[in-house]
């Protein structure tokens, strides 16, 4: 049990708040509600279990909303092209991976730190996309794209099928493929790793692709919700991904998290601003609350390490 | 020069005695003592891991010690820090000079000494004044806008003592100082010493090189296992009784007996060179059950020879692997070769603290307990459990985090690591390093049986009575190759020793 006690942290915190929504507000526990609240942190949820192999290697990736907007568009310019949606997902995922791919191989070979690779690019590719559309939003698409076609209630079953998926594969990987270890021996030790014949380059470049492919496959899933894809979409979400998986338990140095952790994370971080809505709360306050969420989170990690290091010298 | 007034005697620079320090019940020192006086030249010599450096920590403030008593100028010393040591005029200088290689000459040296001072502006000119002043006080000649990080080595312990000078310090600690300079610059390098000795400064000289140590220093204490033996003048001793004093113990603990029947050779190595990690001309071989001892310095190559071998730092010359040649150009090729690795540093290449036994112990044979790629948690935890058995490492269960355990249990859940990927082929580099002694002894019988099961061990250790105790064969090392190679019959203390600081043995 003790082993999972963040995990129950968080599902508690989550409880109370639904709780206390429960108790003193009408509204919030509407299908129409919850559905909204849910396929606006689809991309959130993907993109973050990529994070999530990122941070527990300790690295990070920030530019991953740069990523998803170059998507969102190239999704939408695709298919307004005339390619069949799914051949523009495709298409989307694949400039997704590179892109990850790219801040990878700098990270792993060119022994580049993850961070400055990542906030360049994050710059680079958000300007450069400004630069491309003048700041233009894709329309004109075709009759079906928007939801692939589908009545909403489908879609939202479809992308609740997607999302529960992604998230059993990433669980069941990082627990039973040899991947999957060789990732959390990277990020505990990478010297040691090395010594037991991990190729840890290959887990960096790797890490950085596969959460490339995410994002790009999130922003192509996304951008089939409107008949309309703006060139700015995305914006933020480095920070609710890497606050989420913080939240969820991982450490930020690496070695050690659960895809459990962040799939709570997720969801504590996006009922948290709509429950403060709907408690009267002004929403000036909610990136405040998120803000101390993430503060405790972290305080948390850093209390429950430090007492372990104190056992362990004893 | 001591001016002998009405007081009895001068008051000692230093007197420390039965100063004691454990760590995690391994004893580092139990029963340090010094007597340093004012203008002397004072060696510190002894064998790796026989206190010298817990007994300067404690000097210096850096760790507490366990019990026993220690003055600094006649000032009984309670509660010792860094702060605390430098303030009564202790400054030590390390084989690897602590400089920041991006600033300026005249800031290294400064900007310590202006911490005490008060206001936040840099006065550039006086600063550059003090550090020229100060650099010249010592006889010494660097430019002080040079950046420290273009100085040499040498002109880098130059700009780290001209730093103690200015901290006005009267006990100067040097390690090492000359393992990283040639003979001009280490004679430059004495002449400094002896001119600070005759201002009064009393300097702790720590050492491997006896002639060094003979020519420079006025008295010598010795260390052995912990404890302060001797304290002799250098005009009384010459090397042969200075190695015999650092040596010269019982063999306490008794080796596990084995009747070995030496297979053919598993690894061969012929005149192999790497001269990024300064290795040159090395050759030796092992045989199928047969315990192969490396002895040496710290730093003679014993380690950068294990990581050579199992390719971390690669060469292209090929090794004879069971008569057939191989390169091992990285350690997944060592590990497919047969070959395993218990690194020296436990906590920096050994066990990943944060996973668990079961998963550390299969971390470099994860094949093994997979099927068709997912790994299969009911057979790891039943090797690993095998494993926590037959090492008897102590822990509550095998998916117990690995950080949790003492030492000697992290040491046996790396060893099982490699156990695991069952190799012909094994290196230990340290394996009993900071390891209490009941798992000491235990790993020594591990090590024994897997001899006896037909590995080749090469077996590396600064534990002089270990290696001698448990080796068919020793090879030593000096200066980045095997000086020579004894059987253990052949191998006294002496002889091992004297061979390792580079002195020729009669036949």
Redesign the interface.
């Known amino acids: 049990m003790k082993a999972y006690a963040r995990e129950l942290a968080v599902a508690a915190t989550i409880l109370l708040v639904l709780a206390l929504l429960a108790a003193t507000t009408h509204g919030f526990f509407t299908v129409d509600n919850l559905s909204d609240l849910f396929l606006a942190n689809v991309p959130v949820l993907i993109v973050s279990l990529g994070m999530t192999l990122i941070i527990l290697t300790g690295q990070i990736d920030i530019s991953v909303g740069s990523v998803f907007a170059v998507c969102s568009i190239v999704t939408g310019v695709a298919a307004r092209a005339g390619l069949p949606v799914l051949v523009a997902m495709l298409i989307a995922s694949v400039v997704g991976a590179l892109l990850g791919s790219f801040n990878g191989a700098l990270v792993a070979w060119m022994r580049m730190p993850s961070i400055v690779v990542t906030l360049a690019s994050m710059v680079a590719i958000r300007d450069g996309l400004r630069w491309q559309t003048q700041g233009a939003w894709v329309g004109d698409l075709p009759g079906s794209f928007q939801r692939f076609g589908l009545s909403q209630a489908i879609y939202t079953v479809l992308m609740l099928v997607i999302a529960a998926l992604l998230v059993v594969v990433f669980t069941v990987g990082l627990r039973y493929f040899r991947g999957g270890r060789n990732i959390f021996a990277t990020g505990s030790n990478e010297a040691a790793a090395r010594i037991l014949g991990i190729d840890t380059n290959r887990v960096l470049f790797s890490v950085f692709a596969i959460t490339g492919l995410l994002t790009g496959f999130s922003a192509a899933l996304n951008a089939v919700r409107f008949n309309q894809i703006p060139s700015n979409s995305g914006i933020g979400l480095e920070l609710k991904t890497i606050a989420a998986v913080a939240v969820g338990g991982a450490t930020i140095t690496g070695g050690s998290g659960t895809i459990a952790g962040t799939v709570l994370g997720v969801v504590l971080l996006g009922i948290i601003g709509p429950a403060l809505t709907f408690l009267g709360v002004s929403a000036y306050w909610e990136r405040a609350i998120q803000g101390l969420i993430i503060l405790a989170a972290v305080s948390v990690n850093v209390l429950s390490h430090y007492r372990r290091r104190q056992v362990s010298h004893a | 020069m001591q001016n002998v007034s009405s007081n009895s005697a001068p008051p000692l620079a230093i007197a420390a005695k039965s100063l004691t320090k454990s760590y995690?019940g391994v004893r580092a020192l139990r029963s340090g003592s010094l007597e340093l006086l004012p203008g002397e030249v004072h060696a510190l010599i002894g064998e790796n891991g026989a206190g010298k450096s817990t007994l300067t920590k404690i000097i210096t403030g850096a760790i507490h010690p366990d019990s026993g008593e220690l003055e600094i100028f006649g000032q009984r010393i309670t509660e010792n820090d860094p702060n605390r040591s430098r303030s009564l005029g202790v400054a030590a200088i390390y084989q690897q000079p602590t400089i920041f290689p991006h600033l300026t000459v005249a800031e290294n040296i400064c900007m310590p000494l202006e911490r005490e001072k008060s206001g936040i502006t840099v006065d550039w000119r006086s600063r550059k004044q003090r550090a020229k002043e100060l650099i010249q006080s010592i006889g010494a000649n660097i430019d002080p806008d040079r950046l420290a990080g273009t100085l040499s080595m040498a002109e880098q312990q130059v700009v780290e003592i001209a730093k103690a000078i200015g901290a006005k310090a009267r006990i100067l600690l040097m390690d090492e100082p000359t393992a990283l300079l040639s003979e001009r610059e280490t004679e430059k390098l004495f002449a400094l010493v002896r001119r600070l000795r005759a201002e009064g400064v009393a300097i702790i000289y720590i050492s491997h090189r006896l002639e060094e140590i003979l020519t420079l220093a006025d008295r010598i204490t010795v260390l052995r296992d912990g404890e302060t033996i001797a304290c002799c003048n250098a005009c009384d001793v010459d090397r042969a009784k200075l190695i015999e004093l650092m040596v010269g113990r019982s063999i306490e603990s008794v080796f596990p007996k084995r009747s070995v029947v030496p297979g053919e050779v598993a690894i061969e190595v012929r005149g192999l060179n790497n001269p990024e990690v300064g290795l040159h001309d090395i050759s030796f071989s092992v045989r199928k059950g047969e315990i192969f001892g490396l002895v040496g310095l710290v730093g003679s190559g014993r380690t950068e020879l294990a990581r050579t071998l199992?390719g971390?730092t690669p060469v292209h010359t090929p090794i004879i692997l069971y008569g057939r040649e191989v390169t091992i150009g990285?350690?997944?090729?060592?590990?497919?070769n047969g070959l395993g690795?218990l690194?020296e540093d436990r906590r920096?290449?050994?066990?990943?603290?944060?996973?668990s036994i079961a998963?550390n112990i299969t971390?470099?044979s994860?094949?093994e307990v997979?099927k068709r790629?997912?790994?299969d948690?009911a057979r790891e935890q039943s090797v690993a459990e095998g494993y926590r058995t037959s090492l008897r490492i102590k822990a509550p269960a095998t998916d117990t985090?690995a950080?949790?355990?003492s030492g000697g249990n992290q040491q046996k859940v790396a060893l099982a690591?490699w156990l695991a990927i069952k190799p012909g082929i094994m290196i230990l580099d340290e394996p009993t390093q900071g390891v209490d002694v009941g798992s000491k002894s235990e790993i020594h019988e591990l090590i024994v049986e897997f001899a006896e099961r037909g590995m080749a061990v090469i077996l590396i250790s600064s534990e002089l009575p270990e290696v001698l105790g448990m080796s068919d064969r020793i090879g030593v090392f000096h200066n980045g190759t095997i000086v020579a190679t004894l059987s253990w019959e052949e191998a006294t203390q002496q002889k091992v020793m004297s061979l390792a600081f580079g002195h020729e043995v009669e036949a």
């Open positions: 995690a199992f971390i990285s350690p997944a090729e060592a590990i497919a690795y690194p920096q290449h050994g066990v990943i603290l944060d996973m998963s971390l470099a994860l094949n997979a790629g997912l790994l948690s985090v950080g949790a355990l690591r």
